[in-house]
């Protein structure tokens, strides 16, 4: 049980990562913040791969989880530049500061 509510967690980390990438980018639009899309929008494909790979219980969701963590963190980066300005920036670098630190607990199990 603790296994599994271990990577629950982690999907969920994933799904409101996610979420967050896609309100920011909706933000950014408006705000004409090129930058910030383009991380949202690569990490949002990326949690909602990790997402997948982990909830159909892949023996490859290692690599998608360290992956997902080296994104978030470079989303975390880039939206903490803007956090004090856009309260989509500030909910999107704690979603992704998250989303790697539970993906981070996944990234060494490797099965390839």
């Known amino acids: 049980m603790g296994e ?30 090129g930058e910030c899309i383009a991380i949202n929008l690569d990490c949002a494909d990326i949690c909602a791969a990790t997402l997948n790979v982990m909830s159909r219980g892949s023996p490859h969701h290692g690599d998608f989880c360290a992956l997902c963590a080296h994104v978030c963190r470079a989303c975390a980066a880039e939206c903490a530049k803007h956090a004090s300005m856009h ?9 992704c500061e ?5 993906c981070d607990k996944h990234a060494r199990e490797r099965h390839i």
């Open 4 to 33: 599994m509510a271990n990577i629950q967690s982690c999907i969920q980390a994933c799904q409101e990562a996610l979420r967050a990438c896609q309100a920011c980018v909706a933000g950014d639009i408006r705000d004409g913040n």
């Open 87 to 95: 309260q989509h920036c500030a909910e999107c670098q704690a979603a």
């Open 98 to 102: 998250r989303c790697a630190a539970e």
